[in-house]
């Protein structure tokens, strides 16, 4: 077999066809071989009419035999052709990929008494909507208030200490020199904020190896993916990641219809130690042999929670993100889509279509674990709560069920392994 670079330039010039504005093709394996291609990963950089497109695919066969046929929308030239660290396409394919959070019950005899705030007279200040699109506009989210004794609680997130800081200011607190520096490296651990103040009412009354991906860069009008000549490798229905970097928002697909993945499930703890045979049966469930779903959408400045840290100035210009400067502390001008299509030689007959928009809303696949208390529960009031918790791991099992086609006695006996025999 020839080298690649020479059987790729090849395939360019004899394949293209002038009204195909084609990056991905199939691979190509000596006569006796054989080659297959199940999973691909694409992340494509788009800004303007201009192109970056890296290419990682999952591919079964001898990596001696390996070569790609990729058609392209004009001949290119050595300095439009590289590779990129596989590292660097796995490391946004973490950061962007589905994820489980967890959250442990308290001592449900542990009382904590959670008043709420009460609104100021007319003419006394802001009102609720007004301080919460105050903070918004500043890039903070009020999460939560509530009151605990002579305390007036807040939990505040953030994307950028500036705007906190300029938040904590507009509403009475004084900072000391250097509280930016010290916010910023919290924000970027993915830390939430606990505030508090006494409310002097209240007060005075109670006193968190692969071959490199291939990369092609160019310009051209059309925003789109061809997959049909990927289906010639097809061995059954084929999936692909689409991993999107622009600078304004969301990459949609405008010529197939495109659901949200299910997501901010609640599920049995047991999930954890099975998560990604969870995802593959909640996601075979749910596209069958073909189906286009948003599994991620966010701003890459921020993220809640974090399944990864966040990619490097490095690694983004390696992806082709060109406008983002290495001075910035954060990377406010690049949002991440993420797009799972499964498609077979039977479906998905027009090739990918996308494009841009401002949509900055956050979107992601989020499985929630709830830990149910595992101390001595003594109070009257732990009755109720292991009642409820009984009937939550019940919802929990059957949306699992339901989710993933699994059999309700194998989800029952996992539950088992798992929780304390009083919540079973």
Request: charged share 25%; aromatic share 10%.
């Amino acid at each position: 077999m020839r080298p690649l670079p020479r059987l790729f330039l090849a395939a360019a010039l004899s394949l293209l066809a002038p009204a195909a504005q084609a990056f991905c093709g199939f691979y190509v394996a000596r006569a006796d071989g054989d080659l297959f291609n199940k999973a691909s990963m694409v992340v494509y950089t788009r800004a303007g009419d201009r192109s970056v497109i890296t290419m990682s695919s999952d591919y079964r066969g001898d990596p001696a035999e390996f070569a790609m046929i990729v058609p392209t929308p004009k001949v290119l030239d050595r300095g439009q052709v590289t590779t990129v660290p596989a590292g660097t396409v796995a490391h946004l394919d973490r950061y962007t990929a589905p994820r489980l959070v967890e959250y442990f019950d308290g001592d449900p005899c542990v009382v904590i008494e959670e008043e709420p705030v009460v609104a100021e007279a007319a003419g006394g200040g802001a009102t609720g909507k007004e301080r919460r699109d105050g903070a918004k506009a500043l890039g903070v989210t009020i999460e939560r208030e509530f009151a605990v004794g002579s305390y007036d609680i807040q939990m505040l997130s953030a994307r950028q200490s500036d705007g906190l800081a300029a938040f904590l200011r507009g509403e009475g607190y004084s900072l000391p020199e250097g509280a930016e520096a010290a916010l910023a490296g919290y924000i970027g651990m993915g830390m939430k904020f606990f505030v508090a103040k006494v409310n002097l009412t209240r007060h005075s009354a109670e006193a968190r190896q692969e071959l490199e991906p291939l990369q092609l860069s160019f310009r051209s009008k059309d925003f789109m993916l061809p997959i049909q000549l990927g289906k010639l490798n097809g061995d059954g229905p084929q999936d692909l990641i689409v991993l999107a970097l622009t600078r304004k928002g969301r990459t949609v697909l405008t010529n197939y219809m495109t659901k949200e993945i299910p997501s901010d499930v609640d599920v049995p703890i047991f999930v954890s130690q099975v998560f990604p045979q969870f995802y593959r049966a909640m996601f075979d469930r749910a596209a069958g042999t073909d189906g286009a779903f948003l599994e991620y959408a966010w701003d890459m400045a921020w993220c809640d929670p974090c399944a990864d840290d966040p990619l490097t100035h490095a690694e983004f210009r390696q992806l082709g993100v060109d406008w983002v400067r290495k001075a910035e502390a954060a990377t406010p001008e690049v949002f991440v889509t993420r797009l799972h299509i499964r498609y077979s030689q039977t479906s998905f007959f027009e090739d990918l279509k996308f494009a841009v928009t401002e949509e900055r809303e956050n979107f992601q696949g989020r499985y929630i674990l709830n830990h149910p208390f595992e101390g001595e529960i003594t109070c009257a009031e732990g009755k109720t709560y292991v009642a409820e918790t009984r009937k939550r791991i019940a919802v929990e099992a059957a949306l699992l069920r339901k989710l993933t086609g699994w059999s309700a006695a194998n989800i029952a006996a996992n539950i088992a392994k798992t929780v304390p025999k009083r919540y079973r």
